[in-house]
Structure formats: structure tokens, C-alpha cells
């Protein structure tokens, strides 16, 4: 066992002897020694029900002769840090907690591990640590929360520009903020932390219903004894998330994200658990897969249904049994299950084809995102399309530019965005921001307001899974890196094409040269701490937002 290096041998009595004062007995000390990486604290609504998941998950290693040994990484709430200098740690927290679970699982020997994540950088983090590290794992979400009357948290950000354009009164909006959020979960709808447990399923990581099983039904509890039972049987077999998460499972996972119209982070983070795997994943291998793979479902923010009607039609298993059906997956991929990917989804079927469409009758015959190249974006930007108005798929607006997220938002509460704005805000990409900040609120202002099918937004920083309209992020090079983003000025014209792929500044070559010779930048900003040292390690969006 991996634990041997700790606990075995006359000269590890000194180590054996400390974990006896924690109340060890040498029965247990002998045992496989299953480490229980749980992100619970008191602040996320989607962890603070966490420590419930971890007993349960405990209580299915021990059933099978295991010794779980619980400990802790950080969560920040995306949600709690949005729209302000917090935001700045979300995205850069990512590689905090892949660093401080591979702390703790190299110094304590730990034979396997039982990933305990919800929300939207943790369950990233922690599949890279996954990957890093090669011990025999699996995962089990916390779930998602139930939505109330098919609205959730985006109410809430929308109803603040709802309020500001008069379209609601404060008592509404008062109302709005009491039940938007009914109760702990990861947010409803297909967001970024949803999309992500979703795909652990994909990958092959974690048992059918961890992507969808509401966080406050039994089954949730009942999942997470599985996978507590289900990693001494993958210690037992020596399967490693290597042998697991290969080239064909991140197509699986991209297939599936491209099915159900997930989050535009869920390309951040797959890139990012590509590089830890050493696998080569290339950013506009999204296109193609995107060109093959039908949408089949329309969740919030992109339609009405949420998590829970998911999980009733059938969840991921059902979207992955119709695109199996289509030849659309590698079938003879591993998962946690001891099964391959084809064994497990074989029963699996659609109960309610107005969530999971058939797959000879889409929403779309494409999939839910799209990368976009062009002169502002030579190394590439994400769109999520399923989640754009018809009339907003091509589009050609003048620029309305900001150098940070503050200033947009201002002018946006202020009345200052026209149809026909292209709202671009710079300098907040994974460098200049620094961290990337996801910008829902000035999406869910523009929304809120009325104005998502008459106006767009670009920017080097990142969105919200809850985010909705014509916005385009990750551009890459970002401002920052000196990417003609940092060259734009108020009333140039801006060419979004999302069919054709393409993001482009309508200016001529010779107007961008002189503009480059000019050398007008923002001066980079002052940075202290974490930040300072994110901001000078950090890779740009295109590659993952990976340290190197």
C-alpha cells in the first residue's frame, strides 16, 4: 500500500504513535487509508451540507474495511465574490486547491480518495489533483439545488437591472432576493459547478446521478456511500484516473458539455485537466466536436428546465445513451464503476423528451459553444451559442470600451448602453484582471434591462454559467499580453459571427499598425500577495489559465 511508506516497519513506530493520538487503533492504522477531501465550510450554500456527504462517504469505505481520514481545502463562492475585487480569487483559487490537496496527500500516504466537491473552481481543482496525483479516486458532488417556480440565482442578478430599468419595484425585488435560492446545492441551473459535476460523469470519474441528484434528496446521501464503498473496489483493481481520463474520455466530456449546453468554464477547466493528464487538447478542437454534436437540451440560463428536471428525464446517463445511440462517444472507455463507458449507459434511457431531446430532433444540430478566431481573437475565444437569441448570431455593433469591470458597470446602471453597443471590457483576463473575473454582473444588467437581443458583449475576462445573450470571453491574447483588444476605441465596428466563427475589429491594417506604434495601454496594475504572484505565472485563457 501507498500508506506503507507512513505507518510500516519498526522505525515508523514515532509515525503510528501519532495517529494513534488521534484515536487510531492499530486494526485501523493497518487498513487501506482513504482520504476524504471535502470542501465544506459555512459561507458556499453549495458546501455547507458537506460534511453530511463526507459522513456518508466514510461510511461506505469503512463497510468495506477502509480507514477514511477527512481534511479540508478552500471553496469561494462565485457568486458571493462577483462584482467586486473578490472575483479576482475565484479562477486563481482553482490551482490553490490542486496544490493544497497535493500537499496534504503526499506528506500523509494516503492508498486512495474520495473527492468531495460542489461548486465551480473546487470541482476543477480537485480533478486536477486527481490527475496529478494517480491514486485509485473517485468523485461525489454535494448536487445541485432545487429551483423555485423554475427561477433561480440569475432572477435575482437580473431583477437588480430589472429594478434599475423600472421594469421591477423594490418589493418585488425584495421577494425575488427571499427565494431565489431555496436551500444548500450548487446553483440550479446548468452553470459552471453543475456543468462540471456533470462532466465528471463524462470523464468516467464519478457514479451515474453526481451531476444531478438534488443536494437535498436521500439519493445524494445514498450516492455518496457508493463511491465510499466503490473506491476500496478501485484500490482493490489498481484503477488509476489515469487510466480513466484519456484523449477519448475529454472527447466524451466535450461531446456531452457540447449535448447539454454547459457553462463556457467548462473549456477553462478541461484544457487545464488535459495539461495534468499530459494529454494535448487543442482549443478549437471544440468547433469540430460542436459541428457533430446536436443540442439537446435547453437548461437555465439557455431555457426554463433546470438540475431536477434533468435528473427525472434521465440525467447525463439518458444524454449519453442518445449520443451513444448517434456513434457520437468513445464507448469503450473506463469509469469508476469498473464498467466501460457503453456497459454503463446500456440501460440507461430518456424519460421525458421535452428536457432530453431525441437525438434525430434537437434544439440544435450543433452544440452548446462555439470558439471564435479573427483579428481580435487569433489564438481564440468561447461563445456559449445555445444560450444567444437567434437574431443575435451574427451581429456588428460599435464599440462602447471599458478598462475594467467597475466602469462598464456603472455606465450600464446608468443608462449608457444603446442597441447597437458592443460592450467591451478589458484588462480583466487571467494576467491583467489578474484571475479572470467572470462578469455576470454587467451580462445580467444588460439582460435584466431588456437589451440582451439588441446588445453584445466581449471581453478578455470570463462569464457565469448563469450568463446569457451574445457574450464572448476568454479572448486571447488578452489586453494584457497586448492583444488588439487593448487597441479598441469607443465607435469602432465589432463583427460577432458566431456561425462563421468569427470575432473581428472592422478596421484596416494600416489604422491597427499606427494605433500599435502608439503604444496606448493601461499601465499594468499593482499587486501585492497571492494575486502578484498569480498575475506573473498564470498562462492565458487559450491554454487553460493554467501556472506554468
Known amino acids: 500500500m501507498n500508506s506503507d511508506k507512513m505507518k510500516s516497519g519498526l522505525e515508523k513506530t514515532p509515525q503510528r504513535a501519532l495517529l494513534k493520538a488521534d484515536g487510531y487503533t492499530g486494526e485501523q492504522i493497518a487498513s487501506p487509508l482513504i482520504g476524504i477531501v471535502n470542501s465544506f465550510n459555512e459561507i458556499v450554500p453549495g458546501h455547507i451540507h458537506l460534511n453530511a456527504i463526507a459522513r456518508a462517504a466514510k461510511d461506505g469505505v469503512l463497510s468495506r474495511g477502509g480507514t477514511p481520514m477527512e481534511f479540508n481545502t478552500i471553496a469561494i463562492c462565485d457568486g458571493l465574490a462577483m462584482g467586486h475585487e473578490g472575483m479576482k480569487y475565484s479562477l486563481a483559487s482553482r490551482e490553490l486547491i490542486a496544490d493544497t490537496i497535493e500537499c496534504m496527500v503526499k506528506a500523509h500516504c494516503f492508498d486512495g480518495l474520495v473527492f468531495i466537491p460542489n461548486c465551480d473552481k473546487i470541482v476543477p481543482g480537485m480533478l486536477m489533483a486527481a490527475l496529478r496525483l494517480n491514486l485509485p479516486c473517485i468523485f461525489v458532488s454535494g448536487g445541485p439545488m432545487l429551483a423555485w417556480h423554475k427561477k433561480d440565482i440569475n432572477y435575482a442578478y437580473e431583477g437588480v437591472g430589472a429594478y434599475k430599468a ?4 423594490e418589493e418585488a425585488l425584495s421577494a425575488c432576493e427571499d427565494m431565489a435560492c431555496p436551500g444548500w446545492g450548487s446553483c440550479a441551473g446548468m452553470f459552471t459547478a453543475n456543468s462540471m459535476n456533470c462532466l465528471c460523469e463524462a470523464l468516467g470519474l464519478a457514479l451515474p446521478g453526481n451531476g444531478t441528484i438534488p443536494a437535498v434528496y436521500a439519493a445524494r446521501l445514498r450516492l455518496a456511500k457508493q463511491a465510499g464503498a466503490q473506491v476500496m473496489e478501485l484500490l482493490r483493481q489498481d484503477i488509476r484516473p489515469r487510466q480513466i481520463v484519456t484523449e477519448a474520455a475529454i472527447e466524451n466530456a466535450l461531446t456531452v458539455d457540447m449535448a447539454l449546453g454547459c457553462s463556457t468554464n467548462s473549456v477553462l477547466h478541461l484544457m487545464a485537466i488535459a495539461h495534468e493528464a499530459d494529454l494535448k487538447l487543442d482549443l478549437h478542437i ?17 431555457g426554463d428546465d433546470h438540475m431536477e428536471e434533468l435528473n427525472g428525464a434521465g440525467g447525463v446517463y439518458g444524454v449519453m445513451h442518445e449520443l451513444a445511440e448517434a456513434g457520437l462517444l468513445h464507448t469503450d472507455t473506463q469509469t469508476v464503476s469498473g464498467k466501460t463507458l457503453g456497459e454503463a449507459i446500456a440501460k440507461a434511457k430518456v424519460t421525458d423528451p421535452a428536457v ?16 471564435l478566431s479573427g483579428n481580435l481573437a487569433p489564438d481564440g475565444a468561447v461563445v456559449k451559442q445555445s444560450a444567444v437569441a437567434p437574431e443575435m448570431l451574427r451581429y456588428t455593433g460599435k464599440a462602447r470600451v471599458f478598462d475594467s469591470e467597475e466602469e462598464a458597470i456603472q455606465v450600464i446602471f446608468a443608462g ?10 478589458r484588462y480583466e483576463g ?28 466581449i471581453t478578455d475576462g470570463r462569464f457565469s454559467g448563469c450568463t446569457r445573450g451574445a457574450c464572448v ?11 488588439l483588444l487593448a ?3 469607443d465607435g469602432d465596428l465589432i463583427e460577432i459571427d458566431i456561425p462563421s466563427h468569427r470575432l473581428q475589429l472592422l478596421l484596416d491594417e494600416k ?12 499601465p499594468p496594475r499593482r499587486l501585492t500577495g497571492y494575486l502578484k504572484r498569480y498575475a506573473r505565472m498564470v498562462s492565458s485563457a487559450d491554454k487553460g489559465a493554467i501556472i506554468e
Open 430 to 457: 487571467p494576467a491583467g484582471g489578474p484571475g479572470m473575473r467572470e462578469m455576470l454582473s454587467p451580462t445580467s444588467a444588460i439582460a435584466g434591462m431588456g437589451l440582451d437581443k439588441d446588445v453584445a458583449l
Open 416 to 425: 449608457g448602453i444603446r442597441p447597437g453597443d458592443v460592450v467591451v471590457i
Open 487 to 489: 487597441y479598441v476605441r
Open 473 to 483: 470571453g476568454h479572448i486571447s491574447p488578452e489586453a494584457a499580453a497586448g492583444g
Open 286 to 302: 471544440i468547433n469540430q466536436i460542436s459541428g457533430k454534436t446536436p443540442n439537446l437540451c435547453r437548461l437555465a440560463p439557455a
Open 511 to 522: 489604422e491597427i499598425s499606427a494605433r500599435k506604434a502608439a503604444g496606448v495601454t493601461r
Open 356 to 371: 432530453i431531446r431525441p437525438i434525430d430532433d434537437p434544439y440544435s444540430p450543433t452544440g452548446g459553444l462555439a470558439v
Open 166 to 169: 423600472g421594469q421591477m419595484d
